[in-house]
């Protein structure tokens, strides 16, 4: 790796290439998960690793991991878009999330979600704001650490430590209101 | 450790990313406290949700296929644009230096006056530059004036707005110089220049219109595997062009060793069905599918 990068650093396209094919997976479903929109992901995709090529001259091995480099510009890129958007609809054909069309009985049973909590955890996530989504998304997706969190976001550790507890706050708050306009339904049947 | 402060450093506590002394407090608080405690137990739950969650739906996704290509052809289009902005500024320099700005706009043709008006700011930016150049041009530049200058090419272009005609790529050497001239995202001209002679030698299209896609499709539909997902209601998303450039040495009659060129188009035609996209790649010369590439995760 430490190779790879030094020949990326020098201007080797093969070697940009390579890095590119390793992590473009990464940045590419990070993005997703950040913006909530596959043409944007893709878009934060190209723009990614055009300033990884342009701005090779920047990253300096002593100082972090190409990978945390590589996050803060994607959550830079993310984050841009994220905020240029409008207001988030609920609807799922809009923001093109539709339930995955998986064989439930082929999972292991870990993966195993209830298709209501499914959608209104991304229906919460979807209202949190630019601030506050990334973290959950670093912490609950790339598993990353506070510490390297706070290296990507260049924010200290006790920032990190109060957005992603505002962030799980928001998101529980919403699946109990949620939870409360069933029961009203339910109620309402009767 | 009170209520509220151990609701604070609950997720941290769950994380793993508290002090051994914070964990210590958090424990010893829920050891004793109900509330806190369902608190915890609920928090967790939540977290464990949303990775599942998170997880899932990343899986759900992959990188369009032509990422690589796309990001590539950026690259190359972004230097070559410096190369011929600053080789036909240097070139144009030249020629006004030679016969004078007015003599210079009624020589070429009208239509390349468009050409030089979208360069006139890159020339006073970049002025400092190109003056070298004005003692010898560059190849590059040179090949796409001789390209711009051929009458097949101009035909070629002439329903095309100038303004919208990139050139994306120049390469080879002085007998077979290819420019490739691009109007996004449907059209490709591959022009073979001989710099030693100052002419296009051939001139190569491919127009992705109406009746090309069609054509295309009906290629692309006999293939088993493209029926099978056009079956289970897979449409097709959009149209690439790709070209491939071939160079061969062959040996003539009398010993000498020359270069042939050929060029080939294949298209890149996406197909998605559902969330997944599949790439199929025709062949327009065999007249057949040569791959189709499923998503990977």
């Known amino acids: 790796m430490a190779d790879l990068i030094e020949k990326w650093q020098t201007g080797d396209m093969s070697a940009f290439e390579a890095l590119f094919q390793q992590y473009k997976g990464l940045v590419f479903k990070s993005a997703i998960l950040m913006t909530g929109n596959r043409e944007e992901a893709e878009d934060v995709l190209q723009e990614v690793f055009m300033t990884v090529l342009k701005a090779r001259h920047t990253f300096d091995a002593s100082k972090g991991k190409f990978s945390t480099w590589l996050y803060r510009i994607t959550v830079n890129q993310s984050i841009d878009r994220y905020r240029k958007k409008q207001p988030v609809s609920l609807s799922f054909e809009e923001i093109n999330l539709d339930f995955p069309t998986v064989n439930y009985r082929e999972l292991p049973e870990e993966a195993l979600v209830s298709k209501w909590e499914y959608e209104r955890l991304i229906e919460a996530m979807n209202l949190l704001d630019s601030k506050h989504r990334p973290v959950l998304v670093l912490r609950y997706f790339n598993d990353l650490s506070y510490k390297e969190i706070a290296e990507v976001l260049d924010i200290p550790v006790g920032t990190v430590k109060s957005r992603i507890h505002n962030a799980l706050r928001s998101l529980r708050e919403q699946m109990s209101l949620a939870m409360t306009d069933v029961n009203m339904e339910g109620g309402k049947n009767l | 450790m009170n209520c509220k402060d151990a609701e604070k450093l609950i997720a941290a506590f769950l994380d793993g990313e508290l002090t051994d002394k914070e ?16 608190k915890v137990e609920a928090l967790a739950r939540t977290q464990n949700s949303l990775r599942r969650v998170l997880k899932l739906e990343a899986t759900k996704y992959i990188p369009s296929p032509n990422a690589w290509r796309r990001l590539r052809q ?134 992705l219109n109406y009746e090309k896609k069609q054509e295309i499709f009906d290629i692309a539909k006999v293939d088993p595997r493209v029926q099978g997902l056009l079956e289970q209601g897979a449409y097709i998303s959009s149209f690439y062009p790709v070209y491939i450039v071939n160079f061969e040495e062959i040996v003539g009659p009398d010993g000498e060793i020359y270069r042939e060129v050929s060029v080939e188009f294949i298209v890149d035609m996406r197909m998605e069905l559902g969330e997944k996209e599949y790439l199929v790649v025709v062949d327009l010369t065999r007249g057949e599918v040569v791959q189709l590439i499923e998503p990977t995760n």
């Open chain 2, 74 to 207: 950026r690259i190359t289009k972004e230097e070559q644009l410096e190369v011929t902005t600053q080789g036909l500024a240097g070139s144009i320099l030249k020629a006004i230096k030679s016969i004078g700005m007015g003599r210079l706009i009624s020589r070429r043709p009208s239509w390349k006056a468009v050409l030089i008006s979208m360069l006139a700011l890159a020339l006073v930016v970049s002025l400092a530059v190109t003056i070298p150049l004005l003692f010898g041009q560059d190849p590059k530049a040179l090949a796409a004036d001789i390209t711009f200058d051929s009458p097949e090419v101009q035909a070629a272009l002439s329903d095309k707005k100038l303004e919208e005609v990139q050139v994306t790529d120049v390469f080879g050497d002085s007998e077979h110089t290819l420019v490739v001239l691009r109007v996004v995202p449907d059209y490709v001209l591959i022009a073979d220049v001989n710099l030693e002679i100052k002419e296009v030698m051939q001139v190569h299209v491919l127009e």
């Open chain 2, 23 to 38: 964990q210590d407090l958090v424990r010893e608080h829920i050891a004793t406290c109900q509330r806190c405690r369902e």
